[in-house]
């Protein structure tokens, strides 16, 4: 017998897929809401800024680098990934499961320009960190006054 952990935040996305289904149902689907339409968790991210860049940390424990997905167009940062169930583990039986599994998707859009050439992403104990430079135009100039 498996037991698995309700998760009303899964309720939730599904909620939301479904009326973003409602109001994009005229539109072609875009490879994106594909993947936002298959995820079954989103990740837990930390977004800071300061003068040069904005830093995203992104906590996906048990995943492998290879399972996760980046992509950045028209100024929007996306990260997919899955995380592999236990029970694609044969021969376990399963007495508490409150991690979450399956596919996750994760989006965001800056609010000024940034430089897609220099982002930059690592991989540590679980965290993925993602750095992305500002543009040279959005940030901010000191004037003198003569």
């Given at each position: 017998?498996?037991?698995?952990?309700w998760n009303?935040?899964?309720?939730?996305?599904?909620?939301?897929?479904?009326?973003?289904?409602?109001?994009?149902?005229?539109?072609?689907k875009?490879?994106?809401?594909?993947?936002?339409?298959?995820?079954?968790?989103?990740?837990?991210?930390?977004?800071?800024?300061?003068?040069e860049?904005?830093?995203l940390?992104?906590?996906?424990?048990?995943?492998?680098?290879?399972?996760?997905k980046?992509?950045?167009?028209?100024?929007?940062?996306?990260?997919?990934?899955?995380?592999?169930?236990?029970?694609?583990?044969?021969g376990l039986?399963?007495?508490?499961v409150?991690?979450?599994?399956?596919?996750?998707?994760?989006?965001?859009?800056?609010?000024?320009m940034?430089?897609?050439?220099?982002?930059?992403?690592?991989?540590?104990?679980?965290v993925?960190?993602?750095?992305?430079?500002?543009?040279?135009?959005?940030?901010?100039?000191?004037?003198?006054?003569?």
């Amino acid at each position: 017998m498996t037991l698995t952990r309700w998760n009303p935040a899964t309720e939730f996305n599904a909620l939301q897929r479904e009326v973003n289904r409602l109001f994009n149902g005229i539109s072609p689907k875009t490879r994106q809401s594909e993947e936002y339409d298959s995820a079954v968790w989103t990740p837990m991210v930390d977004i800071t800024e300061d003068a040069e860049q904005y830093s995203l940390h992104f906590d996906i424990p048990g995943i492998e680098k290879k399972d996760v997905k980046m992509n950045f167009a028209d100024n929007t940062l996306t990260v997919s990934g899955d995380r592999a169930s236990l029970d694609e583990q044969k021969g376990l039986t399963c007495h508490r499961v409150e991690r979450a599994f399956g596919k996750f998707y994760r989006s965001f859009t800056f609010p000024t320009m940034v430089n897609a050439e220099k982002i930059s992403a690592g991989y540590k104990d679980g965290v993925l960190t993602v750095t992305v430079p500002k543009a040279e135009e959005s940030k901010p100039k000191q004037i003198t006054i003569n």
